[in-house]
């Protein structure tokens, strides 16, 4: 039997993120000739990295949270629940994955690498669509999230002409099936670095969430495969 790694809630904000991923893939974009026809697949594209980085935020605050009242009490579940606080619960979400690892004296998350990496900038594109202001009236704003998100996943290319990084080009199907992936990944990661006592037995959630990553890297690889016979 798996050990506990995220709740009901968690799953469900995951499974939607998927669910939304999904949808952005199978509907119709508009033509290079219809720039001003609304893309219907943007929206499901923006509910989907909410939800993946609401599956982040929920997941390890779900850890702090059940330190305070667990099933079978630890070291580290009582040293989890000495620090929650309003001030810790207002920390960056990767921060407190951070001080996790520290008070179970594993190996914090190297920054520099994946997962850490997708999932930062995950939330940094997040961060741009809840304040999307500054965002959408700067150029230069533009760019940088662009610079920041090359590379993780594929653009938008049928809108390269648009004035503005974000949403035409930024919000493509692969963004949300790459927003998946990345909350994925780094929730099992740190499920693997953490000690087993950090959670109590329950249902087998984390093979929820590698079968779920499976899919989408099929999904992935499905649709960089079909790109590339239709570029040809």
Known sequence: MDV??????????????LDLARLASSLP???????????????????????????????????????????????????LASVWSDAVDRQPILAKYQIALALA?????????????????????RNAIAHPKELTESERQQKNLEKKLHGKYTFNSRRPLYKGFFPD??????????????????????KRKMPPTAYWLSFNSSSW????LTEVQRLRLASANLASRTAD
Request: glycine fraction near 2%.
């Open 4 to 17: 506990r790694l995220v709740t009901n809630q968690d799953l469900f904000f995951l499974s939607s993120a």
């Open 209 to 212: 969430v590698q079968h779920w």
């Open 169 to 190: 080009r930024c919000l493509s199907a692969d963004c949300a099936f790459w927003a998946v992936q990345s909350t994925a990944r780094l929730v099992l990661e740190f």
């Open 105 to 125: 004296k594993r190996e914090p998350f190297d920054t520099g690498t994946e997962p850490y990496q997708s999932a930062q900038a995950l939330i940094e594109l």
């Open 29 to 79: 974009r508009p033509s290079d000739a219809e720039t001003d026809k609304t893309d219907r697949s943007q929206a499901c594209v923006l509910g989907s990295v909410v939800c993946s980085v609401s599956f982040l935020e929920c997941s390890i605050n779900g850890l702090y949270d059940y330190a305070q009242r667990p099933a079978r009490t630890t070291k580290l579940l009582r040293a």
